[in-house]
């Protein structure tokens, strides 16, 4: 069960995310900020996420695999995982809710959803995905809940932030978009 203390991390940590990333996307919308900026907001912004323990230096390596050829790839990436993961919450969620759980497919999913989170940086899901784990390989139905409920809560936290940095990709690619347009038609 997840305790007090950690549902208060999580409401806190949720909310100052969000008030990190507000202020910049307003004043884009403003026009105050625009490509160079952005990106150094996006940086200071997973920066905070890593600082927190959300993210892990392995987001650099997704954030890296940005190309001019294909600018949306980073979106694309994140949003596979991030329907990846939702599939994977509810076969647990299934699967743990079952008169006789099998482990076996406990197991399975939390490692799937370990290694999918791990490859995208989330730190806590992935470390949640683990305690889940050792409660399967107990077969300890009353710790597999305990530990099903953090990961909800951590995936959550991690779901709504990187969609923030989806957000921000976004606005970032229209913005160089509108660029490459006012160059090409002055």
């Not at 202020?23 to 890593?50: C, D, H, T, Y």
């Not at 980073?74 to 990846?84: H, P, T, Y």
Request: proline share 2%; aromatic share 8%; hydrophobic share 40%.
């Amino acid at each position: 069960m997840v305790g007090v203390g950690e549902s208060w991390r999580a409401d806190k940590f949720h909310l100052l995310s969000a008030f990190w990333i507000l202020p910049f996307l307003l004043a884009f919308k403003n026009n105050s900020m625009v490509g160079i900026e952005l990106r150094q907001e996006e940086r200071n912004f997973v920066g905070s996420l890593k600082e927190q323990g959300i993210l892990d230096n392995n987001f650099d390596h997704v954030l890296d695999l940005r190309s001019t050829d294909n600018p949306r790839f980073v979106v694309e990436v994140i949003s596979m995982f991030l329907n990846d993961a939702d599939n994977c919450i509810a076969e647990l969620n299934r699967h743990l809710n079952q008169p006789v759980i099998n482990y076996a497919r406990v197991i399975n999913y939390a490692h799937q959803l370990k290694g999918s989170s791990s490859s995208i940086g989330g730190r806590q899901v992935n470390l949640a995905c683990r305690e889940l784990r050792y409660a399967s390989d107990n077969m300890d139905r009353d710790r597999c809940f305990e530990a099903f409920n953090k990961l909800k809560d951590e995936y959550q936290i991690l779901k709504s932030n990187i969609n923030m940095i989806i957000q921000i990709e976004r606005t970032i690619i229209a913005s160089e978009s509108r660029r490459r347009r006012r160059l090409l038609h002055p």
